[in-house]
């Protein structure tokens, strides 16, 4: 069936020819350059005119290619070399790698690299002794002078996010600006930026225990012009969004998981409904093809359609915009499948003979061909779907952070853990870190998160931190975990839940927000004087080589230890 549908959905590009202006195929070829490709870890460029591919970078761990207006230089992130013995070692680590960021001329064939790591980087050594530099994908300016990327730098369990904004006239970093979120404390990362009238960036995280995703702009010099709250609580997220044009009128164009493009005013915040769909397309060419997708209908993909002279059709591919480019005549469009490279002209698609994908190698293929914008029109053919519902979270949590839970024996099917508190199949930024097994036991660190019917935890199984489903439609995933009557070899605890105790006289007992001494999950919000009293609300957790309780002290909720050795810093009063 699966090759029956293919065969179907070639055979209607046929009608293709009829949207493109049938034109001498080989000039027009030469005209649109090479197209670059990303696979096997490496860049290629193929020349249409002649067929031929040939290989650009030989290093195997480069990342997803973006094209300079001028369509003569292409930057990109790659994994640092310190990263490469941790991952023959252990293959693809769950974390962010460090990366750096290249710069490759097509017309001298010359890479540069203008962004590396620090001299006392290291990586896989462990957590506390780790230091390094993590880069997303680049963005070019749309004049070509400038590039702006996101950078981590990662010091142990610190990590501290900024945009950079390198100038390339100077061969300098010209800002590096602090990533802040007003009203989150818990940041779980920001997407690549994008560059129009301003930079913007997307922000996702927790206010609270509420998911929060937000914008943040800046000028072209990095300086913060606005925050945008998106998303809150258990509404629709993000999936993708763009600068798009409408009346000559630049917006925020975002795609949200119930299917619906909406336009947001970069100054005010203030939300449009656009009056057609928001399509892609050459600026070189603007009246030539163009493209658009929506999520699919099963929610597994996105559905590409191309369009020209009033017509439109339905493409074979549904993958992620980063895997499709526009040619700058705007006659051609071509794609990385799951397969191969495929490029679309004059209502034939050919296959690029010697990109298919290996057996065995996961690594992303992409494409860059030409700079491509994106616009909505006042008016025209595409006409704008019916909002999905966006499911709500019925189910009733059984779980609480710092607990122990476990995978259901029924229904007897193994947990996802993903990078997002979201499925892969329905938001591009969530990655599947793997599975836990039926009976699989974890440590809940934070949540529960509400999005897309589901509610997520995030918890730590075997050293992965990931996020993973509670339960759905009134069927529960996860149950609590009986906590021991004691952590081995420490003292037995001498507290319980409902009871009150108070610290031993003396020194005080820090207060945190998780049950461990890890400061990348857990930040100390007070203290407990000696002789202060508190009353027990759960517990006990074993952590790091304490018995953990979580306490109220006046108001304020946290964990605290027990004791340590051979002494006890708590006691149970009555």
Known sequence: MRHKALL???????????????????????????????????????????????????????????????????????????????????????????????????????????????????????????????????????????????????????????????????????????????????????????????????????????????????NNDGQPINQVRLQDGGGAAILHYEWATLNAQPYIAALFSNNAWVLINPINGSRLNPPSLVERFSPRAPNAVSVYFLMATDGIGYRWRGVANGSEVLLPFSGLPEQLSIAASGLAIAWAAEDAVYILRGGKTRKIIGTERLAGDT??????WSYNAWRVQPE???????PQPVPECALATR???????????????????????????????????????????????????????????????????????????????????AAANACPPLLPPRLRIGGAGRVTPGAPNALRTQPTVNNQISRVIGNIPGGQVFSVLNGPICADGYTWWQVNYQGMVGWTPEGEGATYWLEPIQ
């Open 8 to 218: 179907m959905a070639l055979s209607a590009l046929v009608a293709f020819s009829a949207l493109v202006p049938r034109e001498r195929a080989a000039i027009r070829a030469q005209i649109d350059g090479e197209l670059v490709i990303l696979m096997r870890g490496d860049l290629w460029a193929y020349d249409e005119s002649s067929g031929t591919l040939r290989q650009l970078t030989r290093w195997g761990y480069n990342q997803t290619p973006v094209i300079a207006p001028d369509g003569q230089r292409v930057a990109y992130a790659s994994i640092a070399e310190i990263a490469v013995p941790a991952l023959q070692r252990f293959g693809q680590l769950p974390s962010a790698l460090p990366t750096n960021i290249w710069l490759w001329s097509l017309a001298s064939g010359q890479a540069t690299r203008i962004a590396q790591q620090p001299v006392n980087a290291r990586f896989g050594t462990g957590m506390p002794d780790e230091t390094y530099i993590r880069r997303g994908t680049p963005v070019w300016s749309p004049d070509g002078l400038r590039l702006a990327w996101i950078e981590s730098v990662v010091v142990g369990a610190e990590v501290a996010h900024t945009l950079v904004i390198y100038d390339m006239l100077g061969n300098r970093v010209r800002a590096n600006v602090p990533l802040q979120v007003d009203g989150l404390t818990d940041l779980f990362g920001f997407d690549t930026p994008r560059w129009d009238i301003a930079l913007a960036v997307r922000a996702s995280g927790l206010s609270g225990q509420t998911y929060t995703e937000a914008l943040l702009f800046f």
């Open 363 to 368: 690594r992303p293929m992409a494409v860059a």
């Open 399 to 481: 779980l609480s952070i710092g607990l122990r839970a476990r995978v259901t024996s029924f229904p007897p099917q193994a947990n996802a853990l993903n990078s997002q508190p979201a499925r892969p199949s329905r938001d591009p930024r969530s990655v599947s870190l793997g599975t836990i097994p039926v009976g699989g036991t974890m440590t809940l660190l934070n949540g529960p998160v509400c999005n897309d019917g589901v509610l997520w935890w995030q918890v730590n199984y075997n050293g992965i931190i990931g996020w993973t489903g509670e339960g759905e439609n009134g069927v529960y995933w996860l149950e609590p975990l």
């Open 380 to 386: 025209g053919i595409l006409q704008l779907p019916t």
